[in-house]
């Protein structure tokens, strides 16, 4: 489990191909060691990957072709700044939500609006994930845990409007957004569990 508070940005370094996967190695911008152990767990931009090998200043994760496809992991590039944040321990604070690192979707950045303490940021949600948004709910883009200030429903999805904070622009990758760039979606999980659990009272209600 993770917060959705970023503690790092790292870099990719390299993209490797193995067979049946990818190997992607992050470089930190600090000769200090972020992995603690082999196998442990890291979001990359919200994704939940194992630690396969690591030193001072790099970590490397094998990313199986299915993460690839799901999430922006697979139109990163070298150079491309990705936000890190290791696991929860017992005990730890929940600063921001409760967050899986298991990616929901993708959704694209449409546009950045300036304001005197940020910017405003509109962002598109595929129609599959709108059900899960609401105006002051929890969400996670890229590892980073939001508030969504407004919502747009529209034919193909909803347009939901998000405000960051100096603090979350000059912490996290979002200091190098520019519109159309893809963003790994984790909607709320409480949601998740509470459309699970009421479907099938809903369908017994819509068969008497």
Known sequence: ??????????RIAAIRDNEGFK?????????????????ESIAINGCCLTVTAFDQTSMEFDVSFESLD?????SLKVGSPVNLERAMRMGDRLGGHMVSG?????????????????WNV??????????YVIPKGSITLDGVS??????????????IRLTL???????????ELKAGW??????????KYLERFASPYVQQGLQK
């Open 182 to 191: 893809p963003l790994n979606i984790e909607v709320d999980l409480v949601g």
């Open 1 to 10: 489990m993770f917060t959705g508070l970023v503690e790092r940005i790292g």
């Open 102 to 118: 298991h990616v929901d979707g993708r959704g694209v950045l449409e546009s950045i609006e300036a304001l005197e303490g940020g």
């Open 122 to 131: 509109f962002v598109n949600i595929p129609r599959g994930l709108s059900g």
């Open 165 to 175: 904070i100096p603090v979350t622009i000059a912490h996290t990758s979002f200091s």
């Open 23 to 39: 190997v992607l190695r992050v470089e930190l911008a600090k000769a200090e060691p972020y992995a603690t152990q082999l196998g």
């Open 70 to 74: 799901k999430t922006n992991l697979g």
């Open 146 to 159: 939001l508030t969504i200030n407004g919502i747009e429903d529209r034919d193909e999805g909803s347009r």
